[in-house]
């Protein structure tokens, strides 16, 4: 059954029917441009008069509906009233990584039925401006690309994570000289090489993928992860509670989870309870490093529902961004930590590169991996109330000067409007040139 090509034209905030390989649209309105500095943040300048540009924007692949970087980056475009129509087929599911270890037959057929439907829709869609590619879209891109050249339609490809880096550096799941390695190096060069232009989410990551896929640097921009803000703002109802300290995330390596165990084990006599929310490939790994430590104030709540997780935030004295000692560890600033800024608690992160680039002051670092640093900039901050309002007032105006919707909407529309052509910003962030 190939997919269709009908499309329904909606309000810009309405939500796109999830259905597959369905081409929804919605409508486009009147923005501006803005410039933006070193690092990617909107400096309020306007770089053109008001004017009406129609542009639209077709979000086409495997890409997973529910990723949090996929919907906001859906949500910018509609904010900024480009019209967006999505072309999409299942095919990784929630869990990505477990396909490494999967019959590769069985996969072939799924990949070669997802991708001839889906290079049967893009031939016959109305021609959009530009294809959207977003995670996980390594295979989609070289697939879709061939079709995008002949119909002269550009793509933007946002990798979100680097698939060698993830799979190899950050997950350890294979050697760099194993077939699957290897194969993996080849699939971020070929995809990013084939975009019109990469977005990534950190200056740290622009260089990154510079240097390891070979791309110019003209070809890369920054836009920052930011957060949902239909599921995370302020939750006037509810109260931090004392001494609670909350972490949120999917246990991966990166996130550093040993080193909060290992911190909370080092306050268990001091009355900070410590709420651990989420699951994970090192969910094992924690409970098992719980029960040898026989830590006493360690909550392992699980996996909740996305709409929990702001309320979870909200009933926190202090949040947890990431504490991973890796490379690319340091070149990242997670969405949990946006998240939280955006719900309006003070947040403890590692000091790293990225972090650096992102905030001055607005949340409190402390050096990665190390628990016992962590455990005594816990007990101070706990201390201290009015550092921790301090933190929560700084960080939620820096959220919504810098990361919010509104600030990260015009980015992307500026880059998307240099990329067609309409309206052309000819500004350099994050050390990358402009486009040619």
Known sequence: ????????????????????????????????????????????????????????????????????????????????????????????????????????????????????????????????DLVLVGYPGYFDVPMLAPVAKARRIPIVFDPFVSLFDTLVDDRGLRAPTSAAGRFSRVVDRVSCRLANLVLVDTPAHADYFVQATGISADRVRVLWLGAQEDV???????????????????????????????????????????????????????????????VSNVELVGRVPREQVPREIASASLCFGIFGTSEKAGRVVPNKLFECLAVGRPVVTADTPAIRTAFSGEVEVVPPGDPEALAAKIESLLATPERLDELSSSGRGRFERDYSEVALGRQLRGYIEELVGRSPTGH????????S
């Open 1 to 128: 059954m190939r997919p269709s090509v009908d499309a329904e034209r909606r309000s810009p905030n309405a939500a796109t029917p999830r259905v597959k390989g369905q081409v929804a649209k919605t409508g486009a309105a009147r923005r501006p441009a803005y410039s933006t500095d070193r690092a990617g943040r909107d400096t309020g300048i306007k770089k053109h008069l008001w004017r009406s540009v129609s542009i639209n924007v077709l979000m086409a692949g495997t890409f997973d509906h529910d990723f949090p970087r996929n919907r906001v980056l859906k949500s910018l475009l509609e904010r900024e009233g480009v019209e967006v129509r999505v072309l999409q087929q299942e095919l990784w599911g929630s869990d990505r990584l477990i396909h490494v270890d999967r019959s590769k037959l069985r996969l072939l057929v799924r990949l070669a039925t997802a991708y001839a439907r889906l290079l049967w829709g893009l031939a016959r869609v109305e021609r959009p």
């Open 232 to 294: 995370f703002r302020p939750q006037p109802g509810i109260d931090p509670t004392p001494g609670l300290v909350v972490f949120h995330g999917t246990f991966i390596p990166l996130q550093g989870l040993p080193t909060i165990i290992r911190a909370a084990k080092l306050l268990e006599d001091k009355r900070i309870r410590f709420r651990i929310v989420g699951d994970g490939q090192e969910r094992p790994a924690i409970e098992q490093l719980v029960r040898d430590l026989a």
């Open 428 to 435: 350099r962030e994050a050390g990358v040139g402009p486009l």
